[in-house]
Structures are given as C-alpha cells and as structure tokens.
C-alpha cells in the first residue's frame, strides 16, 4: 500500500497559550497519513530539524493529543524548551476531536501494529529521529517502537506505563468489572486512584465528560480493548561483557514517571503530589523533569536549569519488573496548581 499524505491535510498558525496567559505562535499542521495499518491523524508543531530530534507524543486511553497533553505542552517552561524542537503529536486512530464512527467489520490494530504505523509517518514528515512523551498506552506503544526500530528513539519519557500483560488475576477482576461497569467507569478507574475519584471533583467531572462525550464511544471501545490484549514488553537486562550488545532492549535513555496515587504506581517511580495524571495536574514539575532529561542527553542549550532535581532514570537495561524499579520522588520547588482546564 503506498503511504501518502492525504490530500486534506490543512496549515494554519496556531495561537498557543501558557498558563500565564502569555501567548505565542507556532506553525500547526495536520495531517491523516495512510500507513499498513490504517490512517492516523497527527498535528505537528514547528517543523522538524535536521541537527536534533522531533518530540513524539502519544496519549492514553480515553484521551486525545489534547486532553492528555496541553496542560504539559502549554505550561510556560516546556514552552522553553519545545521552542528549541518540533512536535509531532499522534492521535490513536478514531480518538482525535470530531473524529467519524468506525463501520461495522473494522479491524483495529493491536499494540503491536500501533507502533508499526508510526515509522510511516516519521518517514512522510521528514522526521529523522524522535523523544518520545506516552502515557499508558502510548507509552507502552512507543516502547514497542524503541525495541523495533531503535535507530528512530533517541528518549522515551514513559508516564504511567505498565510492561506486563493482564495476568490472570488481573483478566478475572476486568470481567468482574466488565459485568457491572460502562467503559466509562473502567477507564476512570484507569486513570485515577478510588481516593481521587472520590475527592478530587473537578477534574474528575471534567474527564468523565471527555470520555463520555468527545469520543465516538465504539471507537473508545476498540482502543481500550487493544490496550487491554497487550502482551508484556519483552526485554531483558544486558549483563556488561557478556551480553550487552545482543540482548533484546532499550538502546535510549529512559525516564519513568507516575504520580504517587496513580493506580500505575505499583509498575514504576512516582511524582510526589499527584494523581493519575502527572502532565495534567503537576505539568511543572514534568516540565522541570524533562528538561533535565533532554540536557543529559546532550541538548543542554534547550534548558534554563536554576534549580535542583531528583530524579530516578532506567538504564538502556530498559524497564525493570516492578519488584526491581525502585520507588523515588521528584523534589522541584514551586509546583503548580492544577489547571482551570486541562486542554
């Protein structure tokens, strides 16, 4: 099948506000790329340099690129940083605003096929190599793109990622809750903790109504049971002078993040002071976190770094079993409040 930009990709410059209220404007580009495995609907931001990777993101279930990234990508000091790369945000298929039903027989691809759609698109936009910021699905998604084509991942920032597959205690509880829950429910419990979803009303109101309302519900079901038919990511720790240039793992720096009541909190570190949703509710200190990241990997005339960080990095072992990651916090003065509204 070729792989075109489709003819109704459109241009427009984009009004961008931080959450200061000062505004800039950027170059946004949207676009439908037909890959083997479908069409994805991709917004870019800026326009992707040669001498330095383009910023890959990719949302969780329930979410699209906006309502899971713009409180990050609008907060004042990512916008320091993002100034100094392009943006390539990815919208899992039928999960963008206003997006059509699927008709009836629709195949949606698995995680695996997920990440194979992304080097087409990479290819048509002219994007060399790329960070990449997931959450959830995305992040177990982008993984699975770093393992197969690690020549394209430079970073991973993997928020709320779980690598195991659904074991069977875990398969048992979802049909328990599959036979007296509506997918909305699920992925709230997905998304936020049973203390959260009791006290934190605001938000919690307003991602009900997302997910309820802004995406075609067949569609929202299709990825949601993807993610939940993932297999576990499959990798190994390399053992320096034995195995380490055979070993099937991450070839990239990766930084591991969760907030500390997250339900994802048993698989990875956590954020100090936050939910579910670490991009939404502390954006500053992710902010603060990724630059710190982006200098270690040698991008450090993108940062303005005043002050100091904790912050725990996996080595190219890749990502540990959760009894091996160990559990530390992000100490970041000044963390913000939650947004009025998260996109």
């Known amino acids: 099948m070729s792989e075109l930009l489709s003819a109704g990709s459109s241009k427009e410059l984009g009004l961008i506000q931080n959450h200061t209220g000062s505004s800039h404007f950027t170059f946004c580009q949207e676009h439908d790329v037909e890959t083997s495995h479908g069409v994805l609907h991709v917004t870019m931001r800026g326009v992707a340099r040669g001498n330095r990777p383009t910023i890959l993101t ?48 629709y195949q949606y691809p698995n995680m695996d096929e997920l990440a194979e759609m992304l080097p087409s698109v990479l290819t048509q936009l002219q994007v060399k190599s790329v960070i990449g910021i997931g959450v959830g699905a995305g992040a177990c998604i982008l993984t699975k793109l770093a393992l197969t084509q690690p020549s394209l991942v430079e970073g991973l920032v993997l928020i709320n990622i779980d690598p195991c597959a659904k074991g069977w205690v875990d398969w048992a509880a979802s049909k328990l809750s599959g036979w007296t829950s509506n997918l909305v429910d699920i992925i709230m419990a997905h998304h936020f ?85 670490p991009q ?49 916090r992000f100490n970041v003065s000044n963390p913000c409040s939650p947004a009025q509204s998260p996109w």
Request: proline share 6%; with cysteine; charged share 15%.
């Open 58 to 105: 990719f949302h969780d279930i329930g979410l699209n690129h906006k309502s899971c990234f713009n409180s990050l990508f609008n907060y004042e000091d990512m916008q320091e940083v993002t100034q100094h790369f392009s943006v390539l945000h990815v919208d899992a298929p039928g999960q963008q605003e206003n997006a059509a039903v699927f008709p009836t027989g």
């Open 193 to 277: 903790s049973t203390d959260e979803l009791t006290e934190n009303k605001e938000i919690i109101q307003t991602y009900r109504l997302h997910i309820s309302q802004d995406i075609p519900q067949e569609n929202l079901a299709m990825f949601y049971n993807s993610y939940d038919s993932r297999t576990e990511l499959q990798m190994e720790r390399p053992v320096l002078g034995l195995n380490e240039n055979t070993v099937h793992t991450l070839r990239c720096p990766a930084l591991l993040v969760v907030g500390d009541t997250s339900p994802a909190v048993d698989a990875v570190v956590s954020m100090a002071d936050c939910g579910g949703l």
């Open 280 to 328: 939404v509710v502390q954006p500053g200190k992710l902010a603060e976190a990724f630059k710190y990241f982006v200098q270690g990997m040698g991008y450090s005339d993108c940062c303005c770094l005043p002050v100091s960080i904790n912050v725990t990095f996996s080595t190219p072992g890749g990502i540990p079993s959760s009894e091996l990651i160990p559990k530390s």
